[in-house]
């Protein structure tokens, strides 16, 4: 039972930042437990999956090699929404040659909802300042995604007036939502 | 303006198809802004898709160490969705949030350490925990010793002693006799009786259970456990 008698006094060490201290163990630690609200924030920004993806997956490809692992968790997410930001912008320019969303600085946590997207507030906002078949042909549409046809039976009007509906309740909405300087 | 490339572009998002590039005005940026934000505030359409968290998560092994990931991925992501309700009036929109959790069960081979070392006070004492009748082979007895509590077993006969507090948050495990695990009641985190994590629902797997120093003594099992007093008096 030699292995079992008590170790000596150890020297009493001070911890200079216990804060600072969690970490990740790896970088599948760090995917894992990012990925999902990293995914989000861009999803909430492009609005389809396909893009969300391809954006998600070159914010992982670009960040994790020249990650520390020494840094927090949150100095790794701060690392993780700056890389985003850069991702996304670079996605805008390239597609339709303007920023037309960003991931802006925030204050709260990038993994909190309130980062991640503010849509259904703004969303909500808008809609309850249109007129009423404006707001049911966006809900119906944008929300519901029903089809055109279902819409326009929901509404009681044809095809081809659901069209024009949507398109002119999408325009006012647009003006609304920019604040109204359009 | 570019009428037909927004029409376009509106009708891929709907469609969930990948939008085209064009070069839109600035209302028309306007509209397709509104148009994504309409899109992202459907209910549970942000949540990622598994196969292409598993996917990517190959993809970034392949980058980070040449060869891809060991234990294949089995969709243990931590998914949150936000749903968000618009009823017939909009102002009455609610975010509701709903969080549902994969387990994730860890490989039982020898992947990770089996316990993270020895519980080992500077200053110490050997305290009886129970008598050597009361601890025959299969059974897990606890003790409380105030400072430490834990569990001792017998492996192969000789005695052996596990932490009996979770290593995540330090919540109190309790013993399972019908599963022969180590359970804590704050994360669902279980353990074998070796201290080995076998499962959790947590971003990262929580270390395994320290062991501690145990003895056979004259008909007793002996813990050696920190001299101090658990409370000034």
């Known amino acids: 039972m030699s292995r079992n008698e008590p170790v000596g006094p150890r020297q009493l060490r001070a911890v200079p930042d216990p804060g600072a201290f969690h970490g990740y163990a790896d970088w599948e630690a760090v995917y ?11 999803f909430a920004r492009v609005g389809n999956r396909a893009d969300a993806e391809d954006l998600t997956a070159e914010v992982f490809l670009a960040a994790l090699r020249p990650l520390r692992l020494t840094a927090s968790v949150a100095e790794v997410r701060a690392y993780l929404r700056a890389t985003a930001r850069t991702v996304l912008a670079a996605h805008w320019r390239e597609t339709l040659g303007r920023e037309i969303t960003s ?21 909500a906002e808008v809609l309850d300042t249109l007129p009423d078949n404006y707001r049911r042909i966006l809900e119906l549409r944008f929300l519901e995604s029903n089809s055109i046809k279902e819409s326009a039976a929901e509404l009681g009007i044809t095809v081809a007036n659901a069209k024009v509906l949507q398109h002119r309740a999408l325009r006012l909405a647009a003006q609304v939502n920019d604040g109204g300087q359009l | 303006m570019n009428a037909r490339g927004l029409r376009k572009y509106i009708d891929d998002l709907l469609r969930g198809r990948r939008p085209k590039a064009f070069v839109p005005d600035d209302f028309e940026a306007a509209q397709i802004r509104t148009a994504i934000e309409l899109r992202a505030a459907r209910p549970g359409s942000d949540a990622p898709r598994p ?26 992501w931590n998914t949150t969705r936000r749903q968000v309700v618009v009823g017939t009036s909009a102002a009455a929109a609610a975010a509701v949030t709903a969080v549902s959790v994969d387990r994730l069960v860890v490989g039982r081979q020898a992947e990770a350490p089996a316990a ?56 109190r495990l309790w013993f399972d006799a019908s599963d022969d695990q180590l359970h804590c009641p704050c994360h669902t985190t279980s353990f074998a009786p070796s201290g080995q994590v076998l499962t959790h629902q947590l971003p990262i797997a929580p270390k395994p259970l320290p062991t501690l120093m145990v003895r056979e003594v004259d008909g007793a099992i002996e813990v050696f456990a920190p001299a101090g007093p658990v409370a000034p008096a």
């Open chain 1, 32 to 42: 894992q437990d990012n990925a999902t609200w990293v995914y989000r924030t861009l």
């Open chain 1, 103 to 123: 991931i802006e600085d925030i204050e709260q946590p990038p993994e909190s909802e309130e980062a991640i997207s503010v849509a259904p507030q703004r969303v």
């Open chain 2, 51 to 76: 196969e292409f968290l598993d996917d990517l998560h190959i993809r970034l092994a392949q980058q980070m160490t040449g060869a891809p990931p060991e234990v294949p991925p089995m969709s243990k």
């Open chain 2, 116 to 171: 993270s070392g020895e519980l080992t006070p500077n200053d110490g004492r050997w305290v009886r925990v129970a008598a050597s009748s009361e601890v025959p082979d299969g059974v897990m007895h606890p003790f409380d010793l105030g400072s430490v509590n834990g569990f001792v077993r017998r492996v192969n006969g000789k005695p052996e002693a596990v932490s009996g507090v979770c290593t995540h948050q330090g919540c």
